[in-house]
Structures are given as structure tokens and as C-alpha cells.
């Protein structure tokens, strides 16, 4: 069983940046792949960033360029550096590890980009 806790949400201006930070409990594997998703009020789930152990990363289009995901695997740790934020980042995210046929999820943590 893995346990996921966010921590980093808050409220910040547009083109100003956040860190957010991930924390997992529980084994984690070197194949598993870690990262994160945001859900906006009224919108599905989509990805942000994903990362393996390896350092291998995949970014949602409308991220590339602005966030860098990050991963240590000594710590079980995953995170992700957002700058020059835009309104339409407002979401909450989540933090996820996805296994070949379990995913973990964490509560989430509230990201809002308002002046």
C-alpha cells in the first residue's frame, strides 16, 4: 500500500511561481512511475507531468516550458516547480504513482492563480 501526501498549494499572482512537493510512504518500485494530475471545477482530470525513476519525464502541452518535475528516489519524493503561472493553472493537484495495474492517489493539494 503506498500512501501519497501533497504539500505546496496555495494562492499566487499570475506569472508568479509555487512548488509543490509529494511525499510517499509505502514501498516504491523502480518501475513505478510517479507524478502529477490537476482537476479545474468542471473539468476532467489531466495530466501535468510524469517521471520515472530513470528521469525520464512527460508533460502535459499546456505545461511544457513552465513546470519541471522532479523525483528522488532515496526519499520517495516527487515535485514539481511551476513558474510564470496563468489563471487557467487553477486546479486542484494531485500526486500519483501508477503501477501496471494500480494507480495511488493522494487528497490533493489547491493551487489558485488570481490577482
Known amino acids: 500500500q503506498v500512501q501519497l501526501v501533497e504539500s505546496g498549494g496555495g494562492l499566487v499572482q499570475p506569472g508568479g511561481s509555487l512548488r509543490l512537493s509529494c511525499a510517499a510512504s509505502?514501498?516504491?518500485?523502480?518501475?513505478?512511475?510517479m507524478g502529477w494530475y490537476r482537476q479545474a471545477p468542471g473539468k476532467q482530470r489531466e495530466l501535468v507531468a510524469t517521471?520515472?525513476?530513470?528521469?525520464?519525464?512527460d508533460y502535459g502541452a499546456s505545461v511544457k516550458g513552465r513546470f519541471t518535475i522532479s523525483r528522488d528516489n532515496a526519499i520517495n519524493t516527487v515535485d514539481l516547480q511551476m513558474n510564470n503561472l496563468d489563471p487557467e493553472d487553477t486546479a486542484t493537484y494531485y500526486c500519483?504513482?501508477?503501477?501496471?495495474?494500480?494507480?495511488?492517489w493522494g487528497k490533493g493539494t489547491l493551487v489558485t492563480v488570481s490577482s
Open positions: 500519483n504513482v501508477q503501477r501496471t495495474y494500480v494507480n495511488y
Open positions: 509505502g514501498y516504491i518500485f523502480s518501475s513505478d512511475r
Open positions: 517521471i520515472t525513476s530513470g528521469g525520464t519525464t
